[in-house]
Structure formats: C-alpha cells, structure tokens
C-alpha cells in the first residue's frame, strides 16, 4: 500500500517536471513512471509559452463542464455490448471516436474468403479437404473485438447464432470439429467443395490480465502448431499486434497466410513477405478526430468545424473516411482492406491524414491543455501507430497534449494520475475495461 502510494507521487513529480519543462521552453519530454507505464508531455515550441502548467483557461471551467472525448474503447457494457450513454453523455461537449467495428469485421471476412478464392490450389497444405484456420482473439468483452471475430465467422461460413448474435466465445480446441460455439463450414471453390473448420481459438490475455496480448499469441501458436500444424491453413487474428506475434514465431517461416487488423507499419511491411492482409481502421482519421472535438469544444465553435465543414486552415473531412451517428455521439473512422494489391499506399502508419494536416493559427486557437491516456502503453496498436498520430496533430491543433500510459490492467493505474484535472482543460480517455467510463467521469465530476 504504501509502496503504491510512493509509486503515485513519483509519477505525479515526474508529470510537474514534465509540465515545467514544456511550459518553459516547449519541446517533449518523457519520463519513465513504472515498468510498462509512461508519462510524455508534448507542446508546441511556437505556442507553448502561452501555456502554463495549471492550463490555460482551465481554471474557470467547472471540471465536469470540460470537453471528454473516449477513444478507442466505447463506453458500453462488456458483457451485452450496449452503450453507456451516461457516459457519451456526461456533459455537452463529451463524444467517443473510434471505427465502424462493424463494416471493417467484415471487411475482414471478406478479405480471407478472398483469399481462399484466389489461391484455391495451395490454400489446404496437407490434403484433408479441410481449410483448418485459428484464430486469436483480443478481448472478449471488447466491441471492436466480438465484430471481428463475428466477421471471421461469418464469412467463412463457421458462424452459430446465441441468443440472436453470432456467438464470439473462443472454443478453445476444435480439432475434431465438435464445438458448440462455431460450425463447419463450406466454401465451393473451382468445382471442389472444401470444409472450414475454426481448429482453435482463444482470448489472448496474459497472467497479469493484459488483453490484447501479442506475447501469449506468438506463445499459443506454438502450442497449437505442436500439436496439430499440419492441419492449420490459414491464421487470422482480431488485430496485427498478436497477428504479427504469431507470423514471427511461426507462420513466415511454414508459409501460412496470417491476417491481422490495425495495418501497423510492420504488418503492412510483412505483406512482401507474406503476411496475408490486414485492415486499416483509418487511425489517421480517428487520431484527428480525437482531438478535433476537444479543439472544437474548446474554441466554443460548431463541432462538425474541420470535420464536415472546412475550418480557417482548411482542414476538411469527406464522407468516405468517416460518419457520425448523433444519437451515440459517436465518431466512426470507416476501414479499408489492406492486401497485397494495394499495400504500397498504407507503408507509413504514422503519416498525418493529408486533408486535414494544416496547421491551426494560434492567436485564433490558442494553445490549450489536454489529459489523455492510452490504457496500456504496450498495446502494439496504440503505442505504434495511434499516439504518433496524435502527437503529429498535436501540434498542429495547437493542443500542448500530456500523454500517460497505462499497464492495460488495471484502471487506477491511469486514474491515479489524474489527480488535478483541475490543469486541464480537456480530457481524452481510453479505458481499460469499456464498463469503467464512471472511474473517470467521478473523478472530474468532484
Ligand atoms: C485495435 C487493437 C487494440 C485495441 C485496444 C483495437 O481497436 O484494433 O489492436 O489492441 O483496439 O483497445
């Protein structure tokens, strides 16, 4: 106990140092809090003088009355998927951004029955007749995740219905293809009619609790690869980080197509040697919009500025990268499917969306202060490709951003480092558990 509390005001020293290092010359700073957890402040130089470390109007703005934007992780109910509107709704000026989990699942399906299509001939390595596919799951209480593994299913025709869904549980091992949780499936191809089979599939969550877990991927597939490889034709993952985990350890090296999800500069990368495909969620697009409603929200503008409706600089957004569902308050980044075909254009992850790169004036837009965490700061997704994004716009939306990165575990870890929201003037979360919106919003509503 008391260790932890050491810990917690280690990391709020480091986060002043950091803040008083921005205020007075600009410029980033990092500082190391805890294993696997990170604080970074970023300002930019032109602007940062005008920022100090108690915020810029923060001061006179009731916590609760202050701009949020969830990212990443929708406010909703783990188990049934429902959204939690008190949370998208905790005041007027709170949104969530994230994808269309829904169009890029399948999307994903589609992209691996395409695949079976086209390489018919070589696609069933020993001759059984079965196209035998595993697949590694991310988190099971995660929309995003349950869509994909949905979308998977569906299209390879191996999806069951539960209580009037595609049932997303893991089955563990289905060799013999007795599972409950799935079906075999068939696919006609060239004449010859083949059996799907999902042989395996499990929720990639390491003894910590960590979701999402590249390590225990690349560890599962050599178990399950011991144990019946021949029969494995196809790999498939709910996103690149356990997708490319998997790849390394052993589907490069046996020559089994892996797809993953996130198109990471590395999966995309792997494609020439390999790797079968992958889906943009349009982080380039989600990166901006996070911070574009904070920016909006700030300068008291109408929120679809820069978005829909062209700003002072410029910055626009069409209708083919992304829609916004009012009612849930939600912004959805639409996906792309990355393939051998086209991988050529998506080799930099990091690279700020073209139409909406200009840079913001900054007496009209003046710097102002924002919280935001990533909630685990070694989720191959967010560390690789999202926050570079965001610390490439950053900058140009005039936001002196301070980032904390969390151990993907447990929620105290963030919440424990937003002790003074009171030098914000704008939050940006992305939870550890999408049930946990209230652990943040208690915090700013004190
Ligand atoms: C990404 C995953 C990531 C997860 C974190 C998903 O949208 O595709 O790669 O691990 O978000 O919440």
Redesign the pocket.
Same mark, same amino acid.
């Given at each position: 106990m008391e260790n932890t509390r050491k810990k917690v005001v280690a990391i709020a020293t480091a986060a002043l140092t950091a803040l008083s290092l921005t205020a007075c010359g600009g410029g980033s700073s990092t500082s190391t809090a805890t294993s696997g957890s990170a604080t970074t402040s970023t300002a930019s130089t032109a602007t940062s003088t005008t920022s100090t470390a108690a915020g810029t109007s923060g001061g006179t703005v009731a916590n609760k009355d202050k701009p949020v934007c969830w990212f990443?992780?929708q406010p909703s109910n783990s188990s049934t998927g429902e959204l939690d509107m008190t949370a998208l709704n905790f005041n007027d000026k709170t949104y969530y951004v994230g994808f269309d989990a829904n169009q890029g699942a399948e999307l994903q399906g589609q992209m691996i029955l395409d695949y079976i299509k086209k390489n018919a001939a070589s696609i069933d390595r020993n001759g059984d007749g079965v196209i035998g596919y595993v697949l590694a799951i991310?988190d099971i209480g995660?929309n #995003?995740s349950i869509a994909r593994t949905r979308g998977v299913r569906k299209a390879l025709g191996t999806a069951v219905e539960k209580d009037g869904e595609i049932d997303s549980a893991p089955v563990g091992t289905n060799t013999d293809g007795s599972a409950t949780d799935v079906q075999d499936g068939t696919i006609d191809v060239d004449g010859k009619t083949y059996t799907v089979r999902e042989l395996a599939s499990q929720e990639m969550k390491n003894s910590a609790g960590a979701t999402?877990d590249a390590a225990t991927a690349g560890n599962t597939i050599g178990t399950w690869s011991s144990s019946f490889g021949d029969q494995i034709d196809i790999v498939a993952s709910?996103?690149?980080?356990m997708g490319m985990s998997m790849f390394n350890s052993w589907s490069k090296d046996n020559k089994v197509p892996t797809f993953g999800? #996130?198109a990471n500069s590395d999966a995309v990368a792997a494609i020439a040697e390999g790797y079968g495909g992958t889906i943009s969620?349009h982080a380039d697009v989600q990166a901006y919009l996070t911070l574009r409603v904070l920016r909006n929200a700030l300068d008291g503008v109408d929120i679809d500025t820069g978005i829909g409706t062209a700003d002072d600089a410029g910055n626009v957004l069409t209708s083919d990268v992304y829609e916004y569902n009012a009612d849930e308050r939600s912004y959805y980044a639409l996906n792309v499917a990355v393939t051998a075909d086209n991988y050529q254009d998506f080799t930099d992850a990091t690279k700020v969306y073209d139409p909406v790169s200009k840079q913001l004036d900054s007496s009209a837009h003046p710097t102002k202060k924002v919280w935001l965490d990533i909630?685990n700061a070694s989720?191959?997704?967010?560390s690789s490709t999202y926050q570079p994004l965001l610390q490439n716009y950053d900058d140009l939306l005039n936001l002196d951003v301070e980032y904390v990165g969390g151990d993907g575990q447990t929620e105290s870890n963030i919440t424990n480092r937003l002790g003074n929201p009171s030098a914000y003037d704008a939050f940006a979360i992305?939870m550890v558990k999408t049930d946990n919106a209230s652990s943040y919003t208690s915090l700013l509503s004190q």
């Open positions: 990443n992780r991310g995660h #995003d999402w709910n996103n690149d980080g999800y #996130d969620q909630y989720d191959n997704f967010l992305n």
